[in-house]
């Protein structure tokens, strides 16, 4: 760390947010030169209490392996089939890893192992645990961060402010354009009668799609409903909740036979205004894009800002590292796979998630054709694996 003449600490990179996205960007820049600083809300050594899974693509999975990060994550189930259907409708598509020639098509696992991972890996960078940011703000050749930590305002400066807090610090200044599904997902882990292993299950109903990831002896469930009816599948007791979701699932995995702890996240479609909406300051993961969890496209896409993010500092001198030409060339690098991304997304929930009876046979003709063209399923299965990058 340096210091300026009043002794407020000066970085090269002020990282706001040490969550799955923001850590990864450290892990990515640790070993250069460059004086990096994490800053994450959370205390120290307590660990992530977010109950989702996440399904993490193949190139997600080559990505955490150019990081060294891959080899240190515990219990991850693969993924080798997906099957994709339409509720009430003859339209399916099945996409498998050995047509695409990957060895999985992705992988499962708990957000909070892949965030004690990347944690655990930033021996070298300097964390600051407890350390919740209120502002943020630029001046001339550099940002100015102001942070709470153990009760005391404080300040330090970065020649580039990284924002990975998932959304919220900067929304009230720059409002996202946002819009409300009107959906919530309600995620659980169950258990069931006659589990596939490594095959997961997206079925789209006209209420929401419902997601089963295979993880260790069952299956993570990703349930999208109305807020109301969410709220309601909160309350059920596990013997309802198990019947409700065979009666809405269907019988591809037999009987649901336990179910674990129930949570419920809102959901809808956040794009900041910009990716660098003031000087000396840029957003990646969330906080650039919150997207529908349908197709797990939110950290596979976090990560990819990530890294790109890391190979355009890393080949930039210090002194050019918010540079007007260096900010166009991140927001140029990531304009196409975000936007795919972000209409990918909006697009399946939009197609899928409604009553109207001529898009029902749109639908179950699209996942027929996907089916059946394997230069389609082509496309789509690399899209979910590298994003429109790739
Ligand atoms: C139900 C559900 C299922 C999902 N499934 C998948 C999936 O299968 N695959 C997939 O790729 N994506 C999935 N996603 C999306 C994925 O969870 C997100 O895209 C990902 O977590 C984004 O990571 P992030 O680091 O950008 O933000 P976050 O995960 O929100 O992390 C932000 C971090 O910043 C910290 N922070 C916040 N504010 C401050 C502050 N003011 N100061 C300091 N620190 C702060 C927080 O403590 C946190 O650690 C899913 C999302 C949901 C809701």
Redesign the pocket.
Known sequence: MNATSNSVAFYDIAI???????AALARALQGSSLRVCV????PANTA?T?A?????SYGSRLLLERLGVWGQLQDVSAISTIHISQKQSFGRAVLRAEEMNVPALGYVLP?PALQDALTASLDATETLFG????SLNSEAGHAVVG?RQDGAEQQLHARLAVV???G??LAPQFPPTFEDYGQS?L?THVTCAAPKPGTAFERFTTQGPVAL?PYKNGYEI?WTASHQRAEEMLSWDDARFLSELHQHFGDRVGEFLTAGARSC?P?GLKKAPALSPMPHTLL????AQ?MH?VA???????LRDAWELAQLILDAAPEALSSEEMIASYARRRRIDREAGIHFTDGLVRLFSNDLPVLGVGRAASLTVLDCLPFAKRFVAKRMMFGANG
């Open positions: 706001i947010g040490g969550g799955p996205v923001g800053l994450e809300s959370r992530s977010d989702r899974a996440l399904a993490l957000y350390a919740s940011v209120t942070y990975a807090d998932g919220k610090l997902a995620i990831l990703v996240y959901l990646i993961g969330n906080a919150t969890p797990g496209q939110g950290f596979n896409m976090g």
